[in-house]
């Protein structure tokens, strides 16, 4: 069953360092998203993405964070001046369509010291 | 505001011992409502979409269910290999973001 890949699973950063999370989409699907979970809350919405620009993005969402589709198979989000509070995984979903289910992979833990 | 609150927010289970999670959303308009799985340390696996009042899904030993207020994700006969934490998602209107509540834990001893 295709899915969706996520690279590396753990990132450990220095504060203002900055990072770039890697995806891999399933392939057939248009529509690109990241999500966030610190540890014991719950999963936040960060961007989305569709037709190779920013449809929606969250007020966590701001100028440190960047996102781009580099080729036709991965998805990147880049945090710009990485923060303590950067610290959590960090989940990529796609879907094959507006309103269609979300499938996501497994995360990058993301630890800044 | 939370648009999405899921209750209880731990249920420990004797195998067998069938139970309901619930679900309840305020947001008006619901585009689709959408419960996942989350085994720790990984992303959270789909399960069901559901888009109108009255809509039942079944997969296995869960059945979702869906009215004008909340959903109820039923868990019949539960084994052990279904301790996971359970999501509920809502897609508010012209909204591409899926809004998560903070998931029931479901611990089920052998």
């Known amino acids: 069953e295709p899915e969706v890949t996520q690279t590396p699973s753990h990132q450990v950063t220095q504060m203002g360092q900055e990072v770039i999370l890697r995806c891999v989409p399933i392939?057939?699907?248009?529509?690109f998203y990241w999500y966030r979970q610190i540890l014991g809350q719950k999963v936040e919405f960060l961007v989305s993405?569709?037709?190779?620009?920013?449809?929606?993005k969250s007020e966590i969402f701001d100028d440190q964070f960047s996102v781009e589709r580099p080729d036709g198979s991965n998805f990147t989000l880049k945090i710009r001046s990485t923060k303590l509070e950067d610290s959590a995984m960090y989940f990529c979903?796609?879907?094959?369509?507006?309103?269609?289910?979300?499938?996501f992979g497994d995360g990058t833990r993301l630890s800044i010291l | 505001e939370d648009q999405v609150t899921q209750s209880p927010e731990a249920l420990r289970l004797q195998e067998g011992e069938s139970s309901s999670l619930n679900c309840s959303y305020t947001v008006s308009g619901l585009r689709g409502l959408f419960w996942y799985r989350q085994d720790p340390g990984k992303g959270p696996e789909f399960l069901f979409t559901?888009?109108?009042a009255g809509e039942e899904k079944e997969k296995e030993r869960l059945k979702a269910t869906l009215t004008k207020k909340e959903s109820f994700l039923h868990i019949t006969a539960p084994k052990p290999e279904d301790s996971a934490t359970y999501l509920c998602a809502v897609s508010p209107p012209n909204d591409y973001k899926l809004s998560f509540g903070a998931g029931t834990t479901v611990t089920v001893r052998a």
């Open positions: 993405f569709y037709n190779n620009e920013i449809s929606e």
């Open positions: 559901l888009y109108s």
């Open positions: 392939s057939n699907h248009l529509y």
């Open positions: 979903a796609s879907s094959e369509g507006w309103g269609q289910p979300q499938h």
